[in-house]
């Protein structure tokens, strides 16, 4: 019983965390195109990759912490939590890179 229990629960974090990337991707994609005025794949990789994610905690964990603000107060909590916890680093990183 405790194992089927677990079992849920780590399919119910991938399922969020499958909702969560995709809300993180469309506000990377919308920041890099408000913020540069133009494409830039690589951006969009940094912002998005686990490697990334993994400096804030568990990557699936993150996504899929995003994916419950979305499902429960929508894509501008979603957005907000984002620009909040995420975008303070990204830009940081970037910085960094430069």
Known sequence: MKKDRKGDEKRREQELAWIGDT??????RS???????TL?????????S???LSAIGNPTS???RIGKI??????EA????????LLPLFQKQEKNRR
């Open 31 to 37: 920041w890099i195109l408000e913020t540069y005025g």
């Open 70 to 75: 979305y499902q429960e107060n929508g894509l």
């Open 78 to 85: 979603a957005f907000d939590w984002i620009r909040e916890n």
């Open 50 to 52: 686990n490697q990334f």
């Open 40 to 48: 830039c794949g690589e951006k969009l990789r940094n912002m998005t």
């Open 23 to 28: 809300v993180l991707d469309l506000y990377a």
């Open 62 to 64: 993150v996504e899929a």
